[in-house]
């Protein structure tokens, strides 16, 4: 069978679905990813350090003002909204169809695109908190900051956001519901992750079955392991499959 019309009948059959997903996922919505020819990594941001180093947690602590003029250049997007992947998985997930979304990514496109239940590996730009009193606060807060450092408005300690930076580790309750919904799962829905950042690339060997799909513009180690891969856009061939699915051509 042709490999979209594979994937399409997978979807269409099963309702234990799960979506692992990554930067790629975004880029649709003109969020750039790390990896891409056009992505973080291979364009010059204009800083002295590699994406890397300004995402890890040592340079957060040494230089967070320069962190903070990286991170709201290019990890805050504003005005985005989901495209064709996000909303095809929130239409799935309202169907009863899809059980979750693990996804790397920071932006909360999937919850915009309709889905409730997002396992956030790598958390969130919508959630920050303060490092000495952990009063939250929500995204507007560093977006309307007058300092480039947000404060605390309790205490004035250092905002930082609720994301995972490299040397951290990964929430260990959200880890577990990641790998339980991974070890029930039916069919693996893997799109736009270049599966190299681990721990998080690691979560997709907990997949036990037969029917993984994985949609990225580019080839990654697991491809091997997939009954189905298509290399092209998350969005449009997620969309291009509800509509096989819709109008009975599977
Ligand atoms: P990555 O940049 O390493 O890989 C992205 C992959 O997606 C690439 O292999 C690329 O070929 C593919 N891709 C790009 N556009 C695509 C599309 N339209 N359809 C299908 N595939 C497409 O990203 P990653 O694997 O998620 O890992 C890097 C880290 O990036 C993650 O930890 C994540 O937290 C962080 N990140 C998140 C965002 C975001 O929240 N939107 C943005 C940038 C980076």
Not at 177 to 187: E, H, I, M, P, Y
């Amino acid at each position: 069978m042709e490999a979209k019309r594979l994937a399409a009948s997978f979807i269409k059959d099963s309702s234990n679905i799960v979506a692992f997903t990554g930067a790629g996922v975004s880029t649709e919505s003109g969020i750039p990813d790390f990896r891409s020819a056009n992505g973080l990594y291979n364009m010059d941001a204009g800083y002295d350090y590699p994406p890397e180093v300004m995402l890890s947690r040592s340079f957060f602590i040494r230089h967070t003002d320069l962190f903070y003029d990286f991170y709201r250049k290019y990890l805050v997007v504003k005005g985005v909204i989901p495209n064709q992947c996000h909303l095809v998985l929130g239409e799935l997930e309202k169907r009863g169809k899809l059980k979750g979304v693990i996804t790397q990514n920071i932006d909360g496109l999937h919850q915009e695109g309709g889905c409730r239940n997002v396992l956030e590996l790598h958390g969130s730009v919508y959630r920050n908190y303060c490092m000495k009193c952990r009063k939250f606060f929500g995204l507007d807060y560093i977006i309307n900051s007058a300092e480039t450092v947000p404060r605390c408005d309790k205490c004035g300690g250092i905002v930082k956001p609720d994301v995972v930076l490299y040397e951290e580790a990964l929430d260990e309750e959200v880890l577990d519901r990641s790998v339980g919904l991974l070890t029930r799962a039916d069919v693996l829905l893997v799109m736009g992750t270049s599966l190299t950042v681990y721990p998080a690339a690691g979560l997709v060997n907990y997949y036990r079955g037969r029917k993984l799909v994985l949609i990225n513009r580019s080839k990654t180690s697991y491809d091997g392991r997939a009954a189905v891969v298509l290399r092209e856009k998350a969005g449009e061939t997620l969309g291009e499959i509800l509509r096989m699915i819709d109008s009975g051509k599977v």
